[in-house]
C-alpha cells in the first residue's frame, strides 16, 4: 500500500510540474499513441537481440514496454486527476490483455491433468483480485479515508498493480515451463 501512495505522489509531482496543457484523452488519441509507440518499438527490440534476450523475455518486454509507454503518454496529454485515475485503467484493461494472452501460452505449455491446477489458481485469483478491489473500495470511502480524488487514483493505482504483478507472475510460470533447464 504504501508503495501504492509513493507512486501516486511520484506520478503527481512529476506530472503536475512537466506536463503540457490538459486534453481529452479520446479513442483516436489513444490510437495515435500506439501507432507512435511502435515506431519506438524495433529499436528496443533491435537492443534486447543485441544483449542476446531470449524470444519469450523479448515478447514480453516490448508488450509491457507498449503497455508502460501508453500510460505515460496518456498522462502526459492530461495530467488531472481524473485522467490519471482513467489512465491507470486503461493501463489495467492493456495488462489484462497480456494477462490473457501469457495465460493462454501457459495453459497450452501445460499437460493434460495439470492444466486444471493453473484454471483453478486463475479463477483464486480472480476472486482474490474482485474482493481486494472491494476493500480498496471500501477503505476509500469518506469514512475511512477522507475521500477525495487522491483516493481515485489510489483506487486505480492499487487495480493496475494486482493485474500487472498477476500479469508478471504468469509469464513467469510460463518461462519456467517452457525452459529446458
Do not use: C
Not at 524495433?42 to 523475455?57: F, G, H, I, M, Y
Not at 495530467?79 to 495488462?95: I, W
Not at 486463475?122 to 469514512?143: G, N
Amino acid at each position: 500500500m504504501r508503495s501504492t501512495l509513493v507512486i501516486v505522489a511520484g506520478l503527481l509531482f512529476y506530472f503536475s510540474s512537466t506536463a503540457q496543457a490538459s486534453t481529452e484523452v479520446t479513442p483516436e488519441l489513444q490510437k495515435k499513441f500506439k501507432l507512435e509507440i511502435e515506431k519506438e518499438v524495433p529499436k528496443k527490440k533491435q537492443q534486447l537481440e543485441k544483449d542476446k534476450v531470449n524470444a519469450a523475455q523479448i515478447e514480453f518486454i516490448l508488450d509491457t514496454f507498449r503497455v508502460e509507454r501508453f500510460m505515460e503518454e496518456y498522462i502526459k496529454v492530461n495530467f488531472s486527476d481524473y485522467s490519471m485515475r482513467d489512465a491507470g485503467y486503461e493501463t489495467a484493461k492493456l495488462y489484462d490483455s497480456l494477462l490473457n494472452k501469457y495465460y493462454k501460452k501457459l495453459l497450452a505449455a501445460l499437460k493434460g491433468e495439470d492444466k486444471k491446477v493453473l484454471i483453478q489458481a486463475q479463477k483464486t485469483w480472480i476472486a482474490f483480485r474482485d474482493s481486494e478491489s472491494k476493500l480498496v473500495d471500501l477503505i476509500s470511502k469518506d469514512d475511512y479515508s477522507g475521500g477525495g480524488t487522491m483516493q481515485q487514483l489510489t483506487e486505480s493505482a492499487e487495480y493496475l498493480n494486482l493485474i500487472r504483478e498477476r500479469t508478471i507472475a504468469i509469464f513467469n510460470h510460463y518461462v519456467r515451463a517452457t525452459q529446458n533447464y
